[in-house]
């Protein structure tokens, strides 16, 4: 998977912990122009992982798919056409 096709999640609302269903993944803190630098983060065979940046703790569910979260306006989608 390239740099940029990692699902980048958000924590807007500050919450402890955020399920997902992937294992690498970027963080990006709060939603732009809050954001902190997007960090890399690969679960290995691990079920939760803290991100070393904002400290957000991200738990992988097998029930959700690699664009899911709990709370699910974690998913931070990027407008590929802006202004379009």
Do not use: W
Request: with cysteine; net charge negative.
């Amino acid at each position: 998977m390239s740099g940029s096709a990692y699902p980048k999640f958000r924590n807007d609302h500050g919450v402890p912990e955020i399920s997902i269903g992937v294992r690498e993944f970027k963080c990006i803190g709060m939603s732009p122009p809050q954001d902190h630098p997007h960090v890399y983060i690969n679960m290995g065979e691990a079920d939760t992982i803290l991100c070393p940046y904002c400290a957000t703790r991200f738990r992988f569910d097998p029930r959700l798919t690699p664009l899911d979260a709990d709370p699910p306006d974690s998913f931070f989608a990027v407008d590929a056409n802006p202004g379009q």
